[in-house]
């Protein structure tokens, strides 16, 4: 099985920045696709951003193109996501996934296992 610890969050102003971390462990960090998802209070589960095993293939919701940039790093077993000019919109609890497969998607149905999540607060 794969771990996933998601950290980085906290209470920022609007047009502030933020660095989400996602480690894994449990398992080697091989040839997932990993992905962050966020879901605020009432709504659905949305799709922000994934990133391929090799970094250089990367998705993001048009929502936070622009702001937000994932990136990767294989030999810390470690994903990040940036946020950058971020607004009270998208406050909501940031979720890493992997997709053990590796094919790639924006859909969370397709990503094997989840952390546990981390809370991004952004104030007006």
Same mark, same amino acid.
């Given at each position: 099985q794969v771990q996933l610890v998601e950290s980085g969050?906290? $209470?920022?102003?609007?047009g502030g920045s933020l660095r989400l971390s996602c480690e894994a462990s449990g398992r080697?960090?091989?040839?997932?696709?990993?992905g962050w998802f966020r879901q605020a209070p009432g709504k659905e589960r949305e799709f922000v951003a994934a990133i391929k095993w090799s970094g250089t293939s990367t998705w993001s919701a048009d929502s936070v193109k622009g702001r937000f940039t994932i990136s990767r790093d294989n030999a810390? /077993?470690?994903?990040? *996501? +940036? $946020? /950058? /000019? *971020?607004?009270?919109? %998208?406050? @909501?609890?940031?979720?890493? @996934? @992997?997709?053990l497969q590796g094919s790639g998607s924006a859909l969370?149905?397709?990503? %094997?296992?989840?952390? +546990?999540?981390? +809370?991004?607060?952004?104030?007006?």
């Open positions: 969050g906290g $209470l920022v102003q609007a080697s960090f091989r040839r997932y696709t990993m810390k /077993n470690t994903v990040y *996501l +940036q $946020l /950058n /000019n *971020l607004k009270p919109e %998208d406050t @909501a609890v940031y979720y890493c @996934a @992997a997709d969370s149905a397709h990503y %094997d296992y989840w952390g +546990q999540g981390t +809370q991004v607060t952004v104030s007006s």
